[in-house]
Every structure is written in structure tokens, then in C-alpha cells.
């Protein structure tokens, strides 16, 4: 919802090289080169420059320009909750 | 008038009884974020609720604090663990918006200024167990805690409390939130410790 | 990276390996140098981190991500650790993790962070405190290539008590230019006054880049994001500046 909120410039933010280490619990390819384009604002860039919130209680990445959701993970014990994007269903993989 | 029994307490509830299960107390008031903190301005805010039916009720700034204020003082709990006692809040009791409000509905997805949103059983909202809050110790609640306005229900865990809310929809489906739709628990009590989907 | 094993049908990610603490150096009053042998070590690129992961009597876990601070050497791996105030896990890492103990490490991690000897242009690498960590990994890198690819270092720091791998940044490398910016106290006699980072302090290194030349920024947000936009403001195309922020 980028439209008339003034946003704060959020220092609390890590990037997309915090995501390495979950996504490697399902992923077997290497995540932080990943490209990506922006569907809200077509901002393109690797997922190691989306801005990502947390890790708790879940992380959010969120495009730098827009902060439009890419992806969400959600550590539950044993499981790992994937979704990609802000609305749409979650994946729960069983990981070691 | 005669004062029965002055100066009795009867047994003193100790923090323990207080703490929900899995829960360890902090004096501090983390901060936990999804995304950008939204910087909203009291003049440019309104709070909506739009029942089942798509009636719209509305109320600017001005028109909340014109609503009955109530003061209360609470303990609070996080799903990431740390539970923090008597925090001091000011709000709105959410029955005062409902006064005028028609609605058949038994659920209600929050939403707020950034896209956050969660869901809730309307029951849970009213009879004195939600507020709109915008004061925090005597304070306007600060933008990294949800100010202007949030969303406070102290019997759920904390990520019910939506920051920055901005309205309420009335349905007659339970709608995962963002973070119910990622793990978390639909309902989110934390004296039954339900914190994530299978719990 | 993690390798999946098939096991009895259900897909097991390897992901954790077990990392025993060898040693451990001071490099100022509250930031130390680990080093790890760690068996099947599969060797890491310079820039990369790994996941550390520390579990308590009652099942709690912790996990943090820290920086390879050099290349690997066969099974033993350096890490550089600030202990953070009231932090969870760097000042256990830092001071209390005995030697000889083990924790568990995931890694390495992240591929796009990460300079290789085979780019042959000019680096700019601008560090903020304990974001020095991955660009000595790889100024060290650099060194053992044997690569005369010229690298610029600005490095930011509080005081001059506060810099880490002096011995890094002192050896006489003739293709390192090693810049230091204190923000808070400088050494006497020194030429620039203490204060944040600004477009003056880059300018200088930023104009012997060529086009293509990759900047890499670590350290806290802030730092980041204030180098990030002035090195755009100097005209540094964004998509060669690499970024890792520390939060």
C-alpha cells in the first residue's frame, strides 16, 4: 500500500543474504542470486537486495522499492512454511 | 458507610499464575516487524468498519476521541515467547464502534495502514476485551508500536493486536490473516498455547 | 549448500555440520577471530557467511549468521564475531564457548555477496564497524590469488580502538589501498575530523573504479544504506554495488 502513506525508511531491516540459510533447508540450488521483478512496481533485482523483516515471528521479504511481499518463512519445529508473495498459500515442507 | 475487611488482599497472585504457558516476562517492549513502519498522520486517519453487507462506518481522528476513552491496564503476550505485565494502554473500547453497527457476522479481518492483516472471531472484540488504542504510558503510541492507533486484545497473542489498523471487515468466513496464512494459529490463545496451525 | 540424502524414502536436507572451536583470538575489546576446524568443510568463497547454531540443555535453540573472515584452510574456517551488549549469542560465542567445544554450522551461504579472483577490475569495498568481517575474507583472497586486481578499502570505525585485522590491513600489499574513517575519536594528528561517512570519503576511491567495477557495503543498516545512496549520488551504476547488511 505504497500509495499516500509517507513511509519511514525502516533501519530495522536486514537483506535478501539472511534468507541463505532457511532456504537452503529446501531449496538445492542457491537462493540470493535468484532474480526477481516486482509485480506491484517491476523493480527487478537478485533476492539478496530484497528488504527482509524478522526473523521473528516469521521473516518477510519485501521489494526495496515498493515493499510489496515476495516471499514469507515461517520456522514451526520440524516444519518450514513457505509462501511466495502476500496472498497467496503457504507451503509447509517437513525438513530435518 | 461501614468499609468491610479494610486492608485484606487475600492471597497474592503470584507473576507465575500469570504467565501463559512457554512464556518467560520481560520489562522491555520488543519490537517485531513484518515491513516498513507506516508513519500515519492523526489528521489524514480513519477507522472503517465494513460489515458483511458493505455498509461503511467511519470514524476520523476527531470523531474517535469523541468516543467514550477508557483506560486499562493489561498484560500482554507475544507468540515469540516474552510476556510483559501491566502495560498501560488508553483507547476505545471496540462495543463503543459497534453501538451503531448492524451486522449477522461472526469474523472480522483486521487490516491495517502497510497491508498487515489478521483475523478474529468478532465475540472476541467486544464485551470489554478489545480496544482501539493511541495512548501507551501516558504517551501517544509510537509509530514503531503501532501508533497513531492500533488494535489491542490482550486474551490473544500479541500478533492479533493489529498496529496501524485502519479498519475492520465484517464475514461470514474465518479468513487467515498474513500471519495465520503462514503457520501461525487461526485463533492464537495463549493460555492453550496455540501458536502455530497444529497446536 | 545443503545436499539432499535420500533416506528410507524421507528426503533429509544435510544442511547442519558439527564445528569445533580451535581457537580463538582477541581483535579489539569485544570482537575475536574463531577459528573452527569443521570435518567435510567443503571450502567457501570469499564473502560468504554460515549459520551458527547453539542449543541449550533444554532444547532452546539460537541461530546467527556470521562472516568467514579468510579462505579456508582444509578443514579449519575463520569467523569473525562482535559481541553485541545483551545479546543472545555473540557474547557466548565471543568469550564463554570453551575451547575444544562444538557448536553446529550451516553453510557456506550466499553467492551473491562474494568478489572471485577471476573479476580483474578494480574494487571498491566500504566496511562499517563489524561489517570489515567478509571484505577481509576477501582482501585475504585476494592476496593468496596472487591477484593484482587493484582493491580500495574504506573502512569506518568508532575509534581507533576499534579495528580489527590490523594485520590484514598493515601488511604491505601493493594493490591494497586501505582507507580507515573514525566517526567518534580519530588518532591525533589525523587529517580528517571524526564523523559519519559522506560522499568525500568515497569519492576519491569511487573515481578509480571502472564502470563495471563492483562495490561491496557491509555493516549495520544505517551504514549501508547511507554508502549505498552516495555512492549512487557519485554515479556508481546501483547494480554493481553489493550489499550485506548486519541489522
Redesign the interface.
Known sequence: MADDIARLDDMAHLDGNALAGPLSEILSVEATTAWWRCPQCARSGTLAQLHVYGPEPGLTARCPGCAHVALRLVREGEYLWLSMGGSSGAFRFRTA | MTSFSPGFRGRARTLADRLPPGQYPTEQFPVLSAGPTPRVDTENWTFTITTESGAAHSWTWAEMMALPQQETTTDIHCVTRWSKFDTPWRGVPLDAFFEDVETAADFVVAHSYGGYTTNLPLEDLLDGKAWIAHTYDGYPLSPEHGGPARLLVPHLYLWKSAKWVRGLRLGHEDEPGFWESVGYHNYGDPWREQRNWGD | ????AQLGGLT????WHRARLAERRPQTATARSLVFTVPGWPGHLPGQ?V?VRLTADDGYQA?R?YSLAAPADGDRIELGVQAVADGEVSPYLADDLPVGAEVEM??P?????VWRPEQTEPALLVAGGSGVVPLAAMIRAHRTAGSATAFHLLYSVRTPEDVCYRDVLDAHDPHLDARLLYTRQAPPGAARAPGRITQADLEKPAARLEPDSAVYVCGP??FV?RAADLLVDLGRDP?TI??????
Open positions: 549448500m545443503a545436499r539432499a533429509v536436507a544435510v544442511a557467511h549459520d541461530v549468521s550451516r553453510g551461504l550466499g553467492n551473491w555477496f543498516t544505517g544504506e547494480a553489493r550489499t550485506e547488511r548486519f541489522g
